[in-house]
């Protein structure tokens, strides 16, 4: 892959759910601060309307999804519309490597919530970099 294109990152909309505002949080995290200019994000409720550009730009693109939940509707939404599933994290995963930052709000993000979205964060840019590069995630 050139570095003309651009990873997707697509979380999950749980909106009023602490994890789901923990996915969005480190998406936009890689998106302006870790890799700008190399990240975009598609509306997932675009994609489950059937968008064809946002279609379109998933299946032209690799995508990396980020699930807040069980039902892994971000995952599963970049399949059905064809995507380049490349990498699918999960907020809870991410969670259990630091079980000492449980969410305590789910109306917005605490300070917990931002430190698991920073180590989120980590593991996506990481990844965009295998992606864009091919290196190793450590």
């Known amino acids: 892959m050139t570095t003309n294109n651009k990873v997707i990152i697509i979380p999950c909309s749980g909106i009023g ?59 599963k939404n970049v399949e059905f519309a064809g995507g380049q599933q490349a990498v699918n994290l999960r907020v809870i995963d991410t969670y259990k490597e630091h079980r000492d930052l449980k969410p305590r709000a789910v109306t917005f993000i605490d300070e917990n919530g931002r430190q698991l979205a920073r180590f989120l964060a980590q593991q996506v840019a990481a990844e965009v970099d295998r992606l864009l590069y091919n290196e190793e995630v450590s």
């Open 17 to 75: 759910k602490a994890y789901g505002t923990v996915g969005r949080e480190a998406t936009y995290m890689v998106m302006e601060d870790m890799r700008p200019g190399l990240t975009d994000t598609v509306c997932l409720s675009l994609l489950v309307m059937g968008d064809e550009e946002a279609r379109r730009r998933v299946r032209e693109n690799p995508c990396i999804t980020i699930d807040g939940c069980p039902l892994a509707c971000a995952r």
